[in-house]
């Protein structure tokens, strides 16, 4: 299995300018994009890199703000295939319940490789 942290600095300080403190990082399988949808219907986008490709305009990497009150964020980043994307959910070390419940979720999205 692969893991890959490599989060941009400016991402983690969005989470630590709002929560105070370094976020612990989850990550996850491969989501599709129906994922990605999802999750930023009812959520916040706090940063986001876009490409327009003439007739769509589609999320290559985003901050999501999942959950104000149990401090949780999520970081997305499409793969060279742009309907897959890695998600990093960032938390506070006591909301890791609340994180498992997330990922419990998102079970219809993985997608069939691991990382």
Same mark, same amino acid.
């Given at each position: *299995? %692969?893991?890959? +942290?490599?989060?941009?600095? /400016?991402?983690?300080?969005?989470?630590? &300018? %709002?929560?105070? !403190?370094?976020?612990c990082? +989850?990550?996850?399988?491969n989501?599709?994009?129906?994922?990605?949808?999802?999750?930023?219907?009812? !959520?916040?986008?706090?940063?986001?890199s876009?490409?327009?490709?003439? @007739?769509?305009l589609?999320? &290559?990497?985003?901050?999501?703000?999942?959950? @104000? @009150?149990?401090?949780? *964020? #999520?970081?997305?980043?499409? %793969?060279?295939?742009?309907?897959?994307?890695?998600? #990093?959910? *960032?938390?506070?070390?006591? !909301?890791?319940? /609340?994180?498992?419940?997330?990922?419990?979720?998102? @079970?219809?999205?993985?997608? #069939?490789?691991?990382?």
């Amino acid at each position: *299995m %692969k893991y890959e +942290t490599n989060i941009p600095d /400016h991402v983690i300080d969005i989470f630590k &300018k %709002k929560y105070e !403190n370094y976020p612990c990082l +989850t990550q996850t399988r491969n989501v599709t994009e129906d994922a990605i949808k999802v999750l930023t219907k009812k !959520n916040k986008i706090l940063w986001y890199s876009k490409f327009f490709d003439g @007739n769509n305009l589609s999320i &290559k990497e985003a901050v999501i703000d999942y959950s @104000n @009150n149990y401090k949780i *964020m #999520i970081y997305c980043k499409s %793969k060279e295939d742009e309907k897959v994307y890695s998600l #990093i959910i *960032m938390s506070s070390e006591v !909301n890791y319940e /609340h994180v498992e419940f997330l990922l419990k979720g998102l @079970n219809k999205y993985y997608t #069939i490789d691991l990382i």
